[in-house]
């Protein structure tokens, strides 16, 4: 577990019967030369002592968020900056439901809330506590939210009953940490691009032909492929979303502009074409402002297609080239038609015929469509999801 190594790794032991297991957690991320510190909730003590865990893991024992001694050495930003990975094992339902309330009421959720850090979930708990509806929202939440989760189990439990929410064991925990962790590494190696948004296409100054495109899923994309490593960089037409300052922004307003800021930023080894490029322009733009007449005739010209372009560039086509198809009506055909046009390797298609979901909507619902001819459905979900399902299907394709 080459990638373990070296690595600091801050783990959370909450209040429940799995928490015996953080033991063996700690003795394997030692043995594979992690540093770690640790936080006991207030409960988590009533299971495994903070001796035995600071036996273990040869490392700080952090519990109660106004211990003097321990913020006057390390106060819980700096906490939570320290780690690479913040591991939260076992999450018990009361720890769950707090972090998708965005609770800071003890040392742990603080931390958690403060961090920048990837944040790995192990849930822990009773099968019907698992099950209840509100469990399941909070996960849907904390997913929506970027945590990354680890099981749980089905399995025998300690309370005699038999389903799923059991802990997943030491060794598949620091697996599933250790394959994280070599995902990022190839991933930090390569480049990716997104487009996003709509494009403006002007008749004069002040009118222009554009479309609903709010440029959320593009965005949320572009976010996705960062927390997974990628070099990213986001060509982005107008629109008023903010992203972080470790995406490179490139911000412009036609389809000729963009078409230029992606020829200046190949080549790269991923190519995510979301954005919603207006297919035509004015064949010939008014220096003034046209006045308002009975009828106005406009003669209009075909924009550069910027998707197969790159698609179908011999020296500097990505590795991978993914366009979006936004459908109104025979989606499936559609889409197969714009993949074999296009020379793409995935074609994401949606149906915006839906007001609920795609354009300006942050719900999205979309099937994927491959050039092996296979297709899967990703049933409506937050656009945050969504993306995170789509980069997931790039790592599976990359590596």
Not at 241 to 251: A, C, D, H, R, S
Not at 288 to 310: A, R, S, T
Request: hydrophobic content about 40%; glycine content about 4%; some cysteine.
């Amino acid at each position: 577990m080459k990638n373990l190594k070296d690595k600091k790794i801050l783990l959370i032991i909450c209040g429940g019967i799995s928490a015996y297991k953080s033991l063996e957690t700690i003795r394997i991320l030692k043995k594979n030369s992690c540093e770690i510190r640790t936080i006991l909730t207030k409960n988590a003590k009533e299971f495994v002592t903070p001796l035995s865990v600071a036996s273990l893991s040869q490392g700080k024992v952090y519990d109660d968020l106004f211990n003097i001694e321990n913020e006057s050495e390390m106060d819980h930003i700096a906490l939570s900056r320290w780690a690479d990975i913040i591991l939260v094992a076992p999450a018990t339902a009361n720890t769950i439901s707090k972090l998708a309330k965005g609770s800071s009421e003890d040392l742990a959720s603080t931390v958690v809330l403060a961090s920048n850090k990837p944040i790995f979930l192990v849930p822990a708990m009773n099968v019907r506590m698992w099950e209840h509806s509100s469990t399941q929202e909070n996960m849907r939440i904390l997913k929506n939210f970027s945590y990354k989760i680890i099981g749980p189990e089905i399995g025998e439990m300690a309370c005699g009953e038999y389903g799923e929410g059991k802990m997943s064991e030491p060794i598949d925990i620091v697996n599933s940490l250790e394959s994280y962790l070599s995902m990022i590494g190839k991933n930090r190696k390569l480049k990716a691009l997104v487009t996003a948004g709509p494009t403006n296409e002007y008749l004069d100054p002040v009118r222009f032909i554009t479309n609903k495109s709010s440029g959320k899923q593009g965005y949320e994309i572009a976010k996705s492929l960062l927390r997974n490593g990628f070099q990213t960089t986001l060509i982005s037409g107008p629109t008023n979303l903010k992203i972080g300052e470790e995406i490179k922004v490139v911000k412009v307003e036609t389809a000729e502009q963009m078409f230029k800021e992606t020829q200046k930023n190949l080549p790269v080894d991923v190519a995510v074409f979301s954005a919603a490029v207006a297919d035509f322009k004015i064949y010939q733009k008014s220096e003034i402002k046209i006045k308002k007449e009975d009828k106005l005739e406009l003669k209009l010209e075909k924009n550069v297609d910027i998707l197969k372009y790159v698609s179908n560039h011999n020296s500097m086509r990505p590795k991978l080239v993914i366009g979006f198809a936004a459908e109104t009506n025979d989606l499936e055909n559609n889409a197969i038609k714009k993949l074999k046009d296009k020379n793409c390797d995935m074609i994401i298609a949606n149906d915006v015929s839906n007001q609920k979901i795609g354009f300006n909507s942050d719900l999205n619902e979309v099937t994927i469509f491959y050039k092996d001819n296979k297709k899967e459905k990703l049933l409506t979900k937050e656009k945050s999801l969504i993306s995170e399902q789509i980069v997931e299907r790039i790592n599976n394709q990359l590596n």
